[in-house]
């Protein structure tokens, strides 16, 4: 593995890009975050087609840090390869699918555009051993997610698929359906879809329904986090829930998760960042004189200030420094919002301390009256449902109401 680790490059501006462009071999890019997890996962099956296609360059992107060539290339989330072919675009993949990436890969070796084939012998078998140590992959075709997705439903009583986990949900949607599910004391199966991208995109025709989280009781889909946060604070999810699961609701859920060794849930509010939050970059010293109390201060005091909608960002409105905060302004005033914005580049407490008060790693990060809505794929997934700006005002709206 070693050997197929070395050949795949780095690259680090978009000026080291374009001399490995001028080399003249066809070129696969993958935009990578070191957060993500499905990357890692990705980057061990792109190694070894490295290694078997020498026709080829193979090259990673940091997608966070190398933020012009992620802009270039309109890369707005990771994993996610480009394809080129004398410095053109001829295709691009988005997503952990190791057999996609395999068709894709081989034929722009073999002289080819959109893959259509499977790959030679040799690559296609490597490759395939390379993606057996994805997990993220497993399962192949609807049919085999499907069957993941009925396996879950059938062994854990009460499931939340979400993005994060209980315990660190990764955006504020999902942590509000773990906060109602935790103060009425159920234990759940939580499955982060993020980790997943067959099963995050199976879900949602196998349920019919196009958003996360998502809850689901004895098999059957209960609804999103508005559904489940309104029957909270309605009674109706105990009533559920004593309906689904009988009058010790409580001890029947967890029972069925110790059985089946799930990981679960009883976690701390999701509100409330977790204990000792999430593992960030250590400050530099310029930013290590400022207590972090002091910086947990002047976040509280930006996160509930005149604005009730708040983007941390790289750059401004105006002059978005990445891909991702450009994409995110977009939306934003594409559907009319009025929102507040803060540069992190220019704050590096303010960089570091927001990823742990909030729990969430990168950047750009949207906020609804000090709670945390998600970053750019969330976004730009409501975007695309149609939900965004409705959603938010409706946050605005009911923090606003006592």
Same mark, same amino acid.
């Given at each position: 593995?070693?050997?197929?680790?070395?050949? %795949? #490059?780095?690259? #680090?501006s978009?000026?080291?890009?374009?001399? &490995?462009?001028?080399?003249?071999?066809?070129?696969?890019?993958?935009?990578?975050?070191?957060?993500?997890?499905?990357?890692?996962?990705?980057?061990?099956?792109?190694?070894?087609?490295?290694?078997?296609?020498?026709?080829?360059?193979?090259?990673?992107?940091?997608? @966070?840090?190398?933020?012009?060539?992620? %802009?270039?290339?309109?890369v707005?989330?990771?994993?996610?390869?480009?394809?080129?072919?004398?410095?053109?675009? =001829?295709?691009?993949?988005?997503?952990?699918?190791?057999?996609?990436?395999?068709?894709?890969?081989?034929?722009?070796?073999?002289?080819?555009?959109? &893959?259509?084939?499977?790959?030679?012998?040799?690559?296609?078998?490597?490759?395939?051993?390379?993606?057996?140590?994805?997990?993220?992959?497993?399962?192949?075709?609807?049919? /085999? %997610?499907?069957? $993941?997705?009925?396996?879950?439903?059938?062994?854990?009583?009460?499931?939340?698929?979400?993005? /994060?986990?209980?315990?660190?949900?990764?955006?504020?949607?999902?942590?509000?359906?773990? *906060?109602?599910?935790?103060?009425?004391?159920? &234990?759940?199966?939580?499955?982060?879809?993020l980790?997943?991208? @067959?099963?995050r !995109?199976?879900?949602? *025709?196998?349920?019919?329904?196009?958003?996360?989280?998502?809850?689901?009781?004895?098999?059957?889909?209960?609804?999103?986090?508005?559904?489940?946060?309104?029957?909270?604070?309605?009674?109706?999810?105990?009533?559920?829930?004593?309906?689904?699961?009988?009058?010790?609701?409580?001890?029947?859920?967890?029972?069925?998760l110790?059985?089946?060794?799930?990981?679960?849930?009883?976690?701390?509010?999701?509100?409330?960042?977790?204990?000792?939050?999430?593992?960030?970059?250590?400050?530099?010293?310029?930013?290590?004189?400022?207590?972090?109390?002091?910086?947990r *201060?002047?976040?509280h005091?930006?996160?509930?200030?005149?604005?009730? =909608?708040?983007?941390?960002?790289? /750059?401004?409105?105006? &002059?978005p420094?990445? /891909?991702?905060?450009?994409?995110?302004?977009?939306?934003?005033?594409?559907?009319?919002?009025?929102?507040?914005?803060?540069?992190?580049?220019?704050? *590096?407490?303010?960089?570091?301390?927001?990823?742990?008060?909030?729990?969430?790693?990168?950047?750009? !990060?949207?906020?609804?009256?000090?709670?945390?809505?998600?970053?750019?794929?969330?976004?730009?997934?409501?975007?695309?449902?149609? @939900?965004?700006?409705?959603?938010? $005002?409706?946050?605005?709206?009911?923090?606003?109401?006592?």
């Amino acid at each position: 593995m070693a050997t197929a680790e070395a050949a %795949v #490059g780095n690259v #680090g501006s978009p000026q080291e890009l374009q001399a &490995a462009v001028a080399r003249g071999k066809p070129i696969v890019l993958h935009f990578w975050a070191s957060w993500c997890e499905p990357c890692k996962q990705m980057d061990t099956v792109m190694a070894q087609l490295a290694a078997d296609l020498p026709a080829i360059t193979c090259i990673r992107v940091e997608a @966070e840090v190398v933020d012009d060539v992620t %802009v270039q290339y309109d890369v707005t989330t990771v994993p996610y390869f480009v394809f080129l072919r004398d410095g053109k675009v =001829v295709d691009r993949l988005e997503g952990a699918d190791p057999p996609a990436l395999t068709a894709k890969t081989t034929a722009l070796a073999r002289g080819g555009g959109d &893959a259509t084939t499977s790959a030679p012998a040799a690559a296609a078998g490597s490759a395939t051993a390379a993606a057996a140590a994805a997990p993220a992959a497993a399962g192949g075709g609807s049919g /085999g %997610v499907f069957g $993941r997705i009925k396996f879950l439903l059938a062994t854990f009583p009460v499931v939340v698929f979400m993005k /994060g986990s209980a315990e660190a949900p990764r955006c504020g949607f999902s942590g509000r359906v773990v *906060e109602a599910l935790n103060k009425l004391g159920v &234990a759940f199966k939580n499955v982060d879809i993020l980790q997943d991208e @067959e099963l995050r !995109q199976g879900l949602k *025709e196998y349920g019919n329904w196009p958003t996360y989280p998502q809850l689901y009781v004895k098999g059957e889909l209960v609804g999103g986090c508005d559904i489940i946060t309104e029957m909270a604070a309605g009674g109706d999810l105990e009533v559920l829930m004593r309906d689904k699961l009988g009058p010790e609701f409580r001890a029947a859920a967890a029972a069925a998760l110790a059985a089946a060794g799930g990981a679960a849930a009883a976690a701390a509010p999701a509100s409330a960042p977790p204990a000792g939050g999430a593992s960030a970059a250590a400050p530099p010293p310029a930013a290590a004189a400022e207590s972090s109390e002091s910086v947990r *201060e002047r976040i509280h005091s930006l996160l509930n200030g005149s604005q009730p =909608v708040m983007l941390f960002m790289k /750059g401004s409105p105006e &002059a978005p420094r990445c /891909g991702f905060s450009r994409r995110v302004v977009e939306a934003l005033q594409a559907e009319g919002v009025e929102f507040g914005s803060f540069d992190i580049l220019q704050d *590096e407490a303010v960089r570091q301390g927001l990823k742990e008060y909030s729990n969430w790693p990168t950047y750009p !990060q949207l906020y609804v009256r000090g709670e945390l809505v998600g970053g750019c794929d969330i976004i730009t997934e409501m975007k695309a449902a149609g @939900e965004l700006g409705s959603t938010l $005002r409706e946050m605005a709206h009911r923090m606003d109401v006592p």
